[in-house]
């Protein structure tokens, strides 16, 4: 519940509502082998996957959460979120977008559920390219609710099946199709210079609602699966809206404003990349370092995309020519997949939705402005708040650590100070001595001066 009393009457409403209407416009697909990959303790879960081998190549269907079949635009619940925008991940305790009863539940794509869904189908052929693209709203049933420290180990070759996995031959065989299509897929984008980073995510190590340390996550190739198939889903539906006259909201990265100081971290690996931001050698660079120093290679990706700077979202009208994506290297994208955590892609689900039943858009341009530029401000806002939190987790987790040596790489170089982040364990602090003459991405070392975990401040020195 979020305490305001009109959001509250509002699920109550939706609480006591079948969680599938009948609707005959609905395609049935119930009966299909769906499943979902998430962390290990999402429950709001936006997407669930499927696929069959046809002649063309792998047919690959993603179901999508129907959020707007609940939340109706300008009711309680619609005008909370318009308002938060995104779900904050604090490391420690989830912030939803909307109540948790939505998002959670009634909303979600849960185990066993049956629930509503925007599906989007595609064929994918040995190749990678796509072909066949189509939309369309179904009633759909998730018969497993899978992880990624689960699927991705089996996936590799490096570790048994998960349980539900393990107990079903069919669904082993569903998912080695979806892999296949995944990875041909990621192997097409990466030709055209989509990056590739060695990201190292910081992950709580919670026991009884204490810290008990940071681990490092990196993904993995359940992660990559699902990240390839949510990157063709949203390249769909970006070319879907302008395709049919309506204007959108685009995800887009621009080209690096400090292209040079990229230029300068290859050539210091003996590598030369051309004066001008280009994708494809930039990619080829990152490839390269990635078999020849696999070891440093997680702190070449974080310096460089320290150096690309935030994504942000703005509005596009049909015919206009946006910056596109840099890191994807993809002129038409917008973020649809996961519309119980991001206001934006609630937005491009009824703008979808409104196309497929020959209605109006439900937004004028000023209003999809006006949304573009809130979204990008709040996502900011919490992307700041959980780095704060993470910084604290990692402060409590390196207390006991204070005079030890660390291998670290910049990370910032700002009018409020040098950034550090070491990577075991994973965390990111101020440099406070010896900060002269370094940039984004110097390879350091480092010693921890002290720890505040009611501030989050770590302190390093040199």
Same mark, same amino acid.
């Given at each position: ?10 699920? %109550? ?31 709001? +879960? ?5 696929? #069959? ?32 925008? /995104?779900?904050? @991940? ?6 939803? =977008?909307?109540? #948790? ?14 629930? +509503?869904?925007?599906?989007? #189908? ?21 018969? %497993?609710? +899978?992880? @990624? ?20 031959? $069919? ?20 030709? &055209? ?43 769909? =539906?970006?070319? /879907? ?22 230029? $300068?971290?290859?050539? !210091? &690996? ?16 990152? !490839?390269?370092?990635?078999? $020849? ?6 702190? +070449? ?6 150096? =690309?700077?935030?994504? #942000? @979202? ?22 649809? /997949? ?24 439900? @937004? ?7 949304? %573009?530029?809130n979204c990008t401000a709040k996502e900011d806002a919490a992307r700041k708040v959980e780095r704060v939190m993470h910084k604290r987790i990692a402060a409590v987790a390196l207390h006991g650590q204070i005079g030890k040596s660390f291998s670290g790489v910049v990370t ?11 990577? *075991? ?6 440099? =406070? ?13 480092? /010693?921890?001066? *002290? ?12």
């Amino acid at each position: 519940m979020t305490g305001t009393p009109e959001v509250d009457k509002q699920v %109550a409403a939706l609480a006591a509502q079948p969680a599938a209407p009948a609707d005959p416009a609905l395609r049935d697909l119930r009966k299909l082998l769906w499943s979902s990959i998430d962390n290990d303790t999402s429950r709001d +879960l936006d997407q669930i996957e499927v696929a #069959e081998r046809t002649t063309g190549g792998v047919r690959v269907l993603i179901g999508i959460a129907d959020v707007d079949g609940d939340v109706k635009i300008s009711t309680p619940i619609d005008r909370h979120a318009a308002s938060e925008t /995104t779900s904050v @991940y604090t490391g420690v305790r989830t912030f939803s =977008m909307l109540p #948790e009863k939505l998002s959670t539940d009634l909303t979600s794509l849960v185990e066993n559920g049956d629930r +509503l869904a925007v599906v989007v #189908e595609i064929i994918v052929a040995g190749d990678g390219s796509i072909s066949a693209p189509a939309i369309y709203r179904a009633l759909v049933h998730n018969r %497993a609710q +899978l992880a @990624y420290n689960g699927v991705g180990p089996w996936l590799e070759g490096t570790g048994a099946p998960p349980p539900k996995v393990a107990a079903s031959a $069919e669904l082993q065989a569903q998912l080695k199709l979806q892999d296949e299509a995944a990875q041909a897929l990621r192997q097409a984008r990466h030709q &055209c210079g989509a990056l590739d980073f060695g990201r190292i995510e910081p992950e709580a190590v919670i026991q009884d609602g204490r810290v008990q340390g940071i681990a490092a996550h990196q993904q993995n190739r359940a992660g990559q699966l699902i990240e390839d198939f949510m990157i063709a889903a949203n390249e769909v =539906m970006a070319r /879907t809206l302008p395709s049919a006259g309506v204007s959108s909201i685009r995800r887009v990265v621009k080209s690096p404003e400090r292209w040079p100081r990229i230029v $300068e971290l290859a050539r !210091q &690996c003996g590598e030369t990349l051309p004066p001008e931001p280009d994708a494809a050698a930039l990619n080829a660079f990152l !490839q390269k370092r990635k078999v $020849e120093d696999a070891v440093h290679f997680p702190d +070449l990706s974080l310096s460089i995309i320290k150096l =690309m700077g935030p994504g #942000e @979202y703005i509005a596009l009208r049909p015919g206009d020519a946006g910056p596109g994506h840099f890191g994807l290297a993809v002129h038409d994208y917008t973020h649809s /997949t996961a519309p119980n955590r991001r206001f934006a892609d609630l937005v491009t689900q009824r703008l979808i939705k409104a196309v497929m039943s020959r209605q109006p858009p439900p @937004y004028t341009d000023g209003a999809l402005d006006s949304i %573009a530029q809130n979204c990008t401000a709040k996502e900011d806002a919490a992307r700041k708040v959980e780095r704060v939190m993470h910084k604290r987790i990692a402060a409590v987790a390196l207390h006991g650590q204070i005079g030890k040596s660390f291998s670290g790489v910049v990370t910032g170089v700002t009018s409020k100070g040098v950034f550090v982040r070491i990577m *075991n364990p994973p965390a990111e602090g101020r440099l =406070m001595r010896g900060e002269q003459g370094v940039d984004v991405g110097d390879s350091i070392r480092v /010693t921890l001066l *002290n720890t505040d975990p009611q501030r989050g401040f770590i302190d390093f020195g040199r």
